[in-house]
């Protein structure tokens, strides 16, 4: 049995990758550091011939056939070829799995600015939302939750937080959050 690459569980560390060292949300250079950070993962990805193969079988259909790389191959070459070609698959499957996590964290954003303008009076910008790995309140002493994009909204209202309030949504693999005072 072959071991199978899940391309999809390397988005999330693509997106946590690129937002780390970004203290509030950039969404123009999350998206350029994650695409950039793209063929790494690719590369890492068909390290192995057996895994070039199962990417080719498991991701081509969806991808369609990659670019050209401008490589040329002799048929003694074939493992180079196949390999080649499924880092082509898999950095353009990436990047479009990529482009879906940032647009998710841009729905997410404007979700959660948008619930605090409409429910608590707070008016933010996307620049006044921190970027982290984790959520930066913690879980279970929200106040609440309110859906939002393809996932929750929690918010803390009661002063529980140092004295503020604050608000936080996961969205590709990272969380935005919000504090603003009692």
Not at 5 to 17: F, G, H, P, R, T
Request: net charge negative; with cysteine.
């Amino acid at each position: 049995m072959t071991d199978r690459i899940n391309l999809d569980s390397y988005v999330s560390d693509i997106i946590a990758q690129a937002s780390s060292g970004m203290t509030t949300l950039d969404l123009d250079a999350l998206r350029d550091d994650a695409l950039e950070t793209v063929h790494d993962y690719a590369d890492n990805a068909v390290t192995y011939y057996h895994h070039a193969q199962t990417i080719i079988d498991d991701y081509e259909r969806e991808t369609g056939e990659p670019e050209d790389l401008g490589q040329t191959f002799t048929a003694s070459e074939w493992q180079e070829a196949m390999t080649a070609y499924a880092y082509g698959v898999a950095s353009a499957y990436l990047s479009g799995k990529v482009e879906e996590a940032v647009t998710q964290v841009e729905e997410a954003a404007s979700a959660l600015i948008d619930h605090l303008a409409s429910r608590h009076d707070e008016s933010f910008d996307a620049d006044h939302l921190r970027v982290s790995r984790e959520c930066p309140h913690g879980w279970a002493s929200h106040d609440y939750e309110a859906d939002a994009a393809d996932s929750s909204i929690m918010v803390w209202k009661s002063g529980q937080l140092d004295g503020g309030n604050g608000a936080a949504i996961q969205a590709g693999g990272i969380w935005l959050s919000v504090t603003w005072g009692g």
